[in-house]
Nanobody, 123 residues
């Protein structure tokens, strides 16, 4: 199993900044990618940004130039720096892990989600 611990959400005014962190722990054989998704009120969950083990990043268009995703491989932790926040960034943000996990008798690819952290941007 893999546990994801998220931190850093909160309330901020438009134009402000927040930093989200997500630390993965457990029987991780290999981390392939980690990242963040978000679910705005009344909408479906959507990609925010992901980063692979070699550092390649992918951002949704609406956050390009404002958000930066980085990772510390040694700590299996990712950081999402969010600048110039807008009210439309308001959502529950979920950490995502994709990798190979060790079981009692197996090693297999799995995907995990964090519990979510609320980000609210006031106008």
């Amino acid at each position: 199993h893999v546990q994801l611990v998220e931190s850093g959400g909160g309330l901020v005014q438009a134009g402000g900044s927040l930093r989200l962190s997500c630390a993965a722990s457990g029987t991780i054989f290999r981390t392939n990618a980690m990242g963040w998704y978000r679910q705005p009120p009344g909408k479906q969950r959507e990609l925010v940004a992901t980063i692979t083990s070699d550092g390649s990043t992918n951002y949704t268009d609406s956050v390009k130039g404002r958000f930066t995703l980085s990772r510390d491989n040694a700590k299996n932790t990712v950081y999402l720096e969010m600048n110039s926040l807008k009210p439309e960034d308001t959502a529950v943000y979920y950490c995502n892990f994709r990798g190979v996990v060790m079981g009692k008798a197996t090693i297999r690819p799995e995907e995990y989600w964090g519990p979510g952290t609320q980000v609210t941007v006031s106008s």
